[in-house]
């Protein structure tokens, strides 16, 4: 009340003088907000040690304590007084058009969830049927399964094409060239058939048509591999090859299309279709690569939002062979687990940490526990090679290191359908 005095004075006296008054803009702002609230206590000393860890179960209770604190928020009617005293606003007018705001959000709101319901209501009736074939326990004489190797230049969509055909995340998905790091497995079974999706770092070719040299032994990992797959899927981004191609793409295209090997079947994938306008661009990538002898078949998809991935979907299965499953379809391997946690943790860095810091990161998983309640318990320590590095990757106060384990540990959550405390440590080498 002393404030709403204060303000009723200053706004006649403003009103009394003619000229052209210029005032400090702060004091509004305060008589704004001069209704008191809670304060945080905040602490104004960090150790440098436990900034640098992250640890989920310390911010379960802080998310409840701030949703109880900002609950109990100013009243409006405080607000209302000071808008029709300083600013001259109609309080009758303001609350009528923030009610047709409100009502217009929420029916658009409504038309959404309807419209959402309705599409996934009919995607389910498409997918009843496979569902009820998959409940089936299906016998080890009966079992199909295949192999399938995704190879492609950096940044082709690999990692996207994997995640949507395992149904989840498994592999890291960044902007960022050199994302996957060493070979990533996706499984998905449909029916009596298993196929298993391995996808693979980025290969490129020199001008001579030998394979670029690495100092890390994924590359050379990624070559020897290629015939060892049933099927091997060869994807490149059609987008990029239309408004920047790159001669060392191409070749490596080239080289797939035109080796010969009889134990496996040879598919080119143009992916990113999606970000292409012209349909007839699209075109001239397809006859572009159409006389290569080795590809049985080419499909033009998006990887990232599941365009063309039916018929591709459907000529894999078609190829499957008879033999028995690698993974239980029912349940998720702990290994499997872990290299998911790994891959959800690497991607939250590569998106956070810019520069070659997120490269030259040593990522370990120290601990993995499966607690009484269900719930799991994962440490994991990324370790720089200089203090510089661990500076910048825990960020001021931690703020960094705690963005990335906050979004990892939501995500992770999610995926595992359970409880996730997730523990990250940055430390130099010693």
């Known amino acids: 009340m002393k404030a709403l005095r204060i303000l009723r004075t200053l706004n006649s006296s403003l009103s009394s003088n003619h000229s052209k008054t210029h005032f400090n803009s702060t004091i509004f702002l305060r008589f704004y907000s001069a209704q008191t609230q809670q304060d945080h206590p905040t602490t104004s000393e960090e150790d440098g040690t436990s900034s640098s860890v992250f640890d ?38 303001v609350k009528s058009s923030r009610i047709l705001i409100k009502e217009e959000e929420k029916r658009r709101k409504t038309a959404l969830l309807a419209k959402t319901l309705l599409e996934a209501a009919m995607e389910r009736a498409d997918e009843e049927g496979d569902e009820d074939k998959e409940d089936e326990v299906v016998k ?59 996808d693979t770092p980025g290969l490129m070719l020199k001008k001579s048509g030998f394979p670029h040299k690495d100092t890390k032994a994924r590359i050379e990992s990624a070559w020897r591999s290629i015939d060892l797959y049933d099927v091997l899927i060869v994807i490149f981004d059609a987008h990029r090859h239309l408004t920047k191609p790159d001669s060392r793409v191409v070749r490596l295209i080239e080289r797939m299309g035109s080796e010969a090997n009889p134990n496996q079947k040879r598919l080119l ?3 990113k279709v999606d970000l292409i306008e012209k349909k007839k661009d699209l075109l ?73 810091i997120p490269y030259g990161i040593d990522h370990r ?52 359908k359970r409880q996730v405390h997730l523990v990250l440590m940055v430390r130099v080498k010693s």
């Open 284 to 356: 001239k990538v397809a006859e572009e690569f159409k006389d290569l002898p080795r590809y049985e078949r080419c499909f033009t998809i998006s990887g990232l939002k599941g365009a063309g991935v039916k018929d591709l979907t459907k000529y894999l299965m078609e190829q499957a062979v008879k033999r028995p499953w690698d993974e239980d379809p029912f349940v998720m391997s702990e290994e499997v687990m872990k290299n998911i946690s790994l891959e959800v943790v690497r991607e939250k860095l590569l998106h956070y940490i810019h520069q070659e």
């Open 140 to 198: 080890e004489e009966d079992q199909m399964s295949l192999s399938v190797g995704i190879i492609g230049a950096p940044n082709a969509g690999k990692s996207s094409l994997t995640n949507y055909m395992a149904g989840t995340k498994v592999s890291a998905v960044s902007r960022k060239t050199n994302t996957t790091t060493h070979e990533v497995l996706g499984v998905m079974t449909k029916g009596k058939t298993q196929i298993c999706f391995f």
């Open 269 to 271: 994938c143009i992916n």
């Open 365 to 416: 998983l120290m601990d993995w526990k499966e607690l009484r309640d269900g719930s799991l318990r994962i440490e994991q320590h990324l370790i720089t090679h200089k203090i510089s590095q661990r500076k910048i990757l825990v960020g001021k106060n931690g703020s960094k290191i705690g963005r990335i384990g906050m979004e990892a540990n939501e995500e992770l959550r999610t995926i595992f």
């Open 56 to 93: 989920s179960s310390q911010y379960d209770d802080v998310t409840s304590e701030e949703n109880s604190v900002r609950s109990s928020t100013w009243d409006e009617k405080y607000r209302e007084r000071v808008k029709e005293k300083v600013f001259g606003e109609d309080p009758s007018k």
